[in-house]
């Protein structure tokens, strides 16, 4: 099953009200899911003007009926996950600080 991104816009809202709105559309959003979708991550701060993050398992067919309702303070869109790189490029081999353990590996 496909994994959405749900989170409240933040661009062009300065006051606290309009944060408030804007964090309340997640709510509002969530409600209408009625159990629809699985909902894998939620980060709802204590802070009631920071930014709601909220990661769903929902198939596609639901997430076009949703975003026909979607309020304007919400956003939503597929959740892309990114790998960042675990190897060091050979270029930058010989920066790499060496300890006792590699020393002895490499046979200095």
């Known amino acids: 099953m ?7 816009r933040r661009a062009n809202k300065f006051t606290a009200q309009e944060k408030h709105t804007s964090r ?3 709510s509002t959003v969530l409600a209408s899911l009625d159990g629809r979708a699985k909902i894998v991550a939620d980060r709802n701060p ?3 003007l920071a930014r709601r993050v909220v990661v769903l398992d929902a198939d596609d067919a639901q997430i076009a009926s949703l975003r026909v309702t979607l309020p304007p303070d919400a956003i939503l869109e597929p959740l892309i996950t990114r790998m960042l790189h675990n190897t060091r490029p050979v270029e930058f081999a010989a920066t790499i600080p060496m300890d006792a353990a590699m020393a002895a590996a490499l046979g200095s």
């Open 2 to 8: 496909p994994r959405y991104l749900l989170v409240n």
């Open 24 to 26: 309340a559309a997640i």
């Open 46 to 48: 204590e802070d009631d």
